[in-house]
């Protein structure tokens, strides 16, 4: 498939070194015009995700701490052995938990991936449910690729370079994250040890422009740590990582 071609991804004034990048303001629009519709053929997917930046092997996990808005937060993520289908895509099931200081839970999401032949790691949805004390209070967030007009989109790249922008996902005034490939072979430590070759983004929603993350990736592992850089604080690492089988 055309893979990363289908976005144009190719981002106006992002040229230059990794620092002139770094200091860029976000795109918000990552180079496709507002017309977005890629082509998405179940017959140019795989089955494994082993991009090395966000390798979603069955069975893999990781555990994060930090904080966001001066709340401590623990996060757990999980490549489940579930699967799903959505477009016609066999994707894979991702479970992303969040609870607070005292162990309650506040969200508990499942995330659809999937990856094409390119090595271009592809997001299709997910089931977000939200808590409090205990209770269920909504799944806002929710949505699913080719429901309604959304639409999946790529949150990894097989080839990161920096300039490159792109659509995360695409469901209209619901869910509409970007991404932005801003510095590579960068060394980065954290709670789980210090990586070398890391990939970072920076990361925001135009229904939020004023709210900008930066998120690290290390080959072999995946999001290491990550920060709001504008429109709020917070911040959260990595401190425990098992990878999946092979």
Not at 21 to 48: C, N, Q, R, T
Not at 75 to 87: A, K, L, P
Not at 98 to 105: E, N, R, T
Request: glycine share 14%; charged share 30%; net charge negative.
């Amino acid at each position: 498939m055309a893979g990363l071609a289908l976005l144009g991804l190719v981002a106006a004034g992002c040229g230059g070194d990794a620092d002139d990048a770094a200091d860029a303001a976000p795109v918000i629009d990552p180079g496709d015009g507002g017309h977005y519709d890629p082509d998405i053929d179940p017959a140019d997917f795989v089955k494994v995700i082993d991009n090395p930046y966000l390798p979603y092997r069955r069975g893999a996990r990781w555990v994060y701490e930090g904080e966001s808005d001066g709340e401590l937060e623990h996060v757990e993520v999980t490549v489940t052995d579930g699967e799903r289908t959505v477009m016609g895509v066999a994707v894979t099931v991702v479970r992303d938990t969040v609870s607070d200081a005292d162990g309650q839970l506040i969200e508990d999401t499942f995330d659809w991936f999937a990856q094409d032949r390119d090595g271009n790691v592809w997001y299709f949805g997910e089931l977000s449910k939200e808590y409090e004390d205990g209770e269920l209070v909504g799944t806002e967030g929710s949505w699913e690729a080719g429901v309604d007009g959304a639409l999946p989109g790529i949150v990894m790249p097989a080839d990161p370079t920096v300039g490159f922008a792109y659509r995360q996902e695409y469901d209209e005034g619901e869910a509409e994250d970007m991404g932005e490939v801003v510095r590579v072979g960068v060394r980065k430590s954290v709670a789980a040890g210090s990586y070398e070759d890391a990939v970072v983004t920076r990361d925001w929603n135009p229904l939020e422009p004023d709210v900008v993350e930066e998120k690290y990736y290390a080959p072999r592992v995946g999001l290491l740590f990550e920060t709001t850089t504008a429109g709020g604080e917070g911040s959260t690492e990595l401190i425990e990582h098992t990878g999946g089988a092979r």
